[in-house]
Nanobody, 124 residues
Framework: QVQLVESGGGLVQPGGSLRLSCAASGSIVSIYAMGWYRQAPGKQRELVAVINSVITSGGSTNYADSVKGRFTISRENAKNTVSLQMNDLKPEDTAVYYC??????????????WGQGTQVTVSS
């Protein structure tokens, strides 16, 4: 099993910053993509940002339009970690944030793992 552990959520005032981190552990041969999703109360889970494999996709990134220019996703391959730097936070960014990592755990078996979620609340 591949397990993900998230950290870094909390309460912040509008305009503030937070950094989320997610570390993967377990049997990992390679990672295809690492991403962050969020789910606000009463809404569907949505993609926030994703960073793809350096080998297959050159480490390309994609962001939701609502966070472009404010959030930055990064990965540290050696530690199987992904981070999300969130700046200029707005009340509408309030949600539970989930880490997702997809990859290969053996030559024939892929994995698609989710973190437990971390609450981000933006409020004055």
């Amino acid at each position: 099993q591949v397990q993900l552990v998230e950290s870094g959520g909390g309460l912040v005032q509008p305009g503030g910053s937070l950094r989320l981190s997610c570390a993967a552990s377990g049997s990992i041969v390679s990672i295809y993509a690492m991403g962050w999703y969020r789910q606000a109360p009463g809404k569907q889970r949505e993609l926030v940002a994703v960073i793809n494999s350096v080998i297959t996709s050159g480490g390309s990134t994609n962001y939701a339009d609502s966070v472009k220019g404010r959030f930055t996703i990064s990965r540290e391959n050696a530690k199987n970690t992904v981070s999300l730097q969130m700046n200029d936070l707005k009340p509408e960014d309030t949600a539970v944030y989930y880490c997702n990592i997809r990859g290969r755990k053996s030559l024939l078996t892929n994995f698609d793992s989710w973190g437990q979620g971390t609450q981000v609340t933006v409020s004055s």
